[in-house]
C-alpha cells in the first residue's frame, strides 16, 4: 500500500518502473506517474498513481516488468540507465537471444547501448520490421528518425546521449502544438506600421532585460539593463560553445572581483542557511563541479543536433531548464537560463524578424507558476542526492547524480513556456502595439488643438496617465499653465477617448 513514502489509492501490486525501482533498489528520482495492477477491471488514475487491470499484469520477471514500463509508461532513461548498470550486460543479451525479433526486446537492447555507450556481444539484428524506440502516442519525438540497423530500430529520441529529457503528450501540450504560434506572430506583425512595430520591438525587448533582473530578486543599474538588453537581440547569431557561455557570464556578471567566472570549483546549491549553525537548507541542489565539464558538453551537443528537429519551444524549454538544473557557473545561471530561450527560438527562427519575445516578463507575471515548476523536478532531486556540508556553509555531494541531469521528465517546463510564449504573442506584442498606435493618436490630436512640443506631449501623456486620465491642479498651474480650461477639457476628453 506505500511505495516510497507514496500511499496507492488501493491495494495493487507494482508494476513496470515502479516494480523494477523496487526489486533493484534503484536510487533514482520517481517517475511522476507510477504504474501498478488492481485486482478490478476498471483503471484507477489518482495520487501520481495509473493502477491498471489484471489482465495488464507483466510477466513476474525483469522482461515482463521492462516490456511493461516501456509500452504503457514511455522511456525513462534515468531508471533504464541505473538498471542497467545494476544487472550487467548478461540479461538484455539473453533477452534479445530469446526474443531476436522482438520489437521490446530490440529496443532494449539499442537504450541499452545508446545509454551506455558500449556495445553488446551480439551479431547485428537481420529481421523484425523497424520499430520507433518512442511511442509517439505517449512522448513527444523528433522529425527526422535515425534509422539503426544493428536493432532494426528507428531512433526518434529527443536528445543525444549527454543529455535527453523527456516530455509526455498531454492534452495541454497538444494544443498549444497545434495553435501555430509563430504564423499568428507573423500575421500580427504584417497589420502593424514597421515603424511602430520597431518601437514596440525596442521596447519589449528592454522590458525582458529589466524582468529577467527582477526575476533574480535584483535592481540593476539602468545600463546594466540595456546591456542585457543588446545581448539578448543578438540571441542565436552565435554557435552555443563554452566560449559564448564564458561571454554570457561576463556579460551578465559585469564586475567580477567578487565572483570566480567559468565552471564552478566547489559545490552549489540554493537555498538558505541556518541562522544559528550555517549549515546549508538546499531546496535545489546543483550538479557537482567534476561533472560541469561533461554536462555542460551535452548542453552544447544537444543545441547542435537536437533543436532543428524537435518543435522549437519544446526544444528551448528542455535546454534552457536543463541548463538551470545543472547550474554551472557561481553566478549568472538565471539569467542565462532564460538566454538560452531566446536563442533556441532565434535559431529556428520562430519570432519574427527583429522581434523578441519578452519572455522573462512572462515568466515574471506568472513568478509563483515558475517556482513551482522549477520545484517540480527540484524536488525530486534532494530525495535522492546525498550530501554533506562544508565548513564553508557549501555542500559536498557524495553519490553519482550526473544522469539526474541529463534525463528527467521535462513536460512541466515545456507546457509552462508555451503558456509564456503564447501570452507574449496573443497579449503583449498586441498590447504593446495597441498602446503604440494610440500614442500616435493623441499626439497628432492634441498638436492639431495645440502646438506643442514632443517633450511637452510626452510630459503631458504622463500626468494624465499618473492621474487616470485628469490633469492634477498642480499640473495645470506649473507645467501647463498656459493651456486654457478648454484645452485641458478637450485633452482629457482625447486620453479618455483612446485609454479609457
Known amino acids: 500500500m ?22 533493484f533498489d534503484l536510487k533514482v528520482p520517481l517517475p511522476r506517474t507510477l504504474f501498478a495492477t488492481g485486482d478490478h477491471h476498471r483503471i484507477v488514475e489518482k495520487s501520481g498513481w495509473r493502477i491498471l487491470t489484471p489482465r495488464h499484469a507483466p510477466h513476474p520477471d525483469l522482461n515482463g516488468h521492462l516490456t511493461f514500463a516501456i509500452k504503457y509508461e514511455g522511456i525513462n532513461l534515468a531508471v533504464l540507465k541505473k538498471l542497467f548498470a545494476a ?19 530490440r529496443r532494449i537492447w539499442f537504450l541499452y547501448e545508446w545509454l551506455l555507450g558500449s556495445q553488446l556481444d551480439l551479431p547485428n539484428a537481420v529481421a523484425g520490421r523497424y520499430v520507433s524506440v518512442v511511442d509517439p502516442k505517449i512522448q513527444l519525438t523528433v522529425k527526422n528518425e535515425q534509422n539503426s540497423p544493428r536493432h532494426r530500430v528507428r531512433n526518434n529520441l529527443p536528445g543525444v546521449p549527454e543529455l535527453c529529457p523527456m ?23 504584417d497589420k502593424v506600421p514597421r515603424d511602430v512595430m520597431a518601437r514596440s520591438a525596442a521596447f519589449l525587448l528592454l522590458k525582458d ?14 545600463n546594466r539593463i540595456q546591456r542585457w538588453g543588446r545581448v ?20 551578465v556578471i559585469g564586475d567580477s572581483r567578487f565572483i570566480r567566472l567559468g565552471l564552478r570549483t566547489e559545490g552549489g546549491f540554493v537555498g538558505e542557511h541556518d541562522r544559528d549553525t550555517g549549515i546549508p537548507h538546499p531546496a535545489h541542489i546543483s ?41 554551472p557557473f557561481e553566478d549568472g545561471n538565471g539569467r542565462i537560463h532564460r538566454y538560452l530561450i531566446h536563442h533556441v527560438l532565434a535559431v529556428r527562427g520562430f519570432n519574427p524578424p527583429g522581434i523578441v519575445f519578452p519572455i522573462s516578463s512572462a515568466i515574471l507575471e506568472h513568478i509563483e507558476m515558475y517556482r513551482q515548476v522549477l520545484e517540480s523536478y527540484a524536488n525530486q532531486l534532494l530525495e535522492v542526492v546525498e550530501w554533506e556540508p562544508t565548513e564553508l556553509g557549501n555542500v559536498h555531494v557524495l553519490n553519482d547524480t550526473a544522469d ?30 495597441r498602446f503604440l498606435s494610440d500614442y500616435d ?18 510630459l503631458l501623456f504622463r500626468f494624465l496617465r499618473q492621474n487616470q486620465g485628469q490633469l492634477s491642479k498642480r499640473a495645470r498651474q506649473r507645467e501647463f499653465e498656459s493651456l486654457t480650461g478648454d484645452e485641458i477639457n478637450r485633452i482629457e476628453i482625447i486620453y479618455t477617448g483612446l485609454f479609457g
Open 87 to 105: 544487472i550487467g550486460a548478461q540479461p538484455v543479451k539473453s533477452f534479445v537471444h530469446e526474443n531476436p525479433t522482438g520489437a521490446y526486446s
Open 287 to 327: 550538479a557537482k563541479p567534476e561533472d560541469l565539464e561533461a554536462l555542460v558538453q551535452g548542453v552544447i551537443s544537444f543545441e547542435r543536433d537536437a533543436i532543428s528537429r524537435l518543435d522549437p519551444v519544446v526544444a528551448a524549454a528542455v535546454l534552457a531548464f536543463a541548463f538551470n538544473y545543472i547550474h
Open 441 to 458: 493618436t493623441f499626439r497628432d490630436r492634441v498638436e492639431t488643438l495645440v502646438d506643442m512640443p514632443q517633450a511637452s506631449v510626452n
Open 232 to 251: 539578448i537581440g543578438e540571441a542565436g547569431q552565435c554557435p552555443l560553445d563554452l566560449v559564448e557561455l564564458f561571454r554570457l557570464q561576463k556579460m
Open 209 to 222: 532585460s529589466k524582468a529577467s533582473y527582477a526575476i533574480e530578486g535584483e535592481r540593476s543599474p539602468q
Open 2 to 23: 506505500v511505495f516510497h513514502g507514496k500511499r496507492l489509492p488501493e491495494k495493487a501490486t507494482l508494476a513496470g518502473y515502479s516494480a523494477l525501482i523496487e526489486a
Open 404 to 433: 539526474f541531469y541529463r534525463y528527467f521528465d521535462a513536460t512541466p517546463h515545456v507546457e509552462f513556456l508555451y503558456e509564456c510564449v503564447r501570452q507574449t504573442i496573443e497579449k503583449d506584442l498586441p498590447d504593446e502595439t
Open 167 to 189: 516530455v509526455f503528450r498531454t492534452a495541454k501540450l497538444d494544443r498549444f502544438l497545434a495553435m501555430n504560434l509563430p504564423q499568428r506572430a507573423r500575421e500580427l506583425v
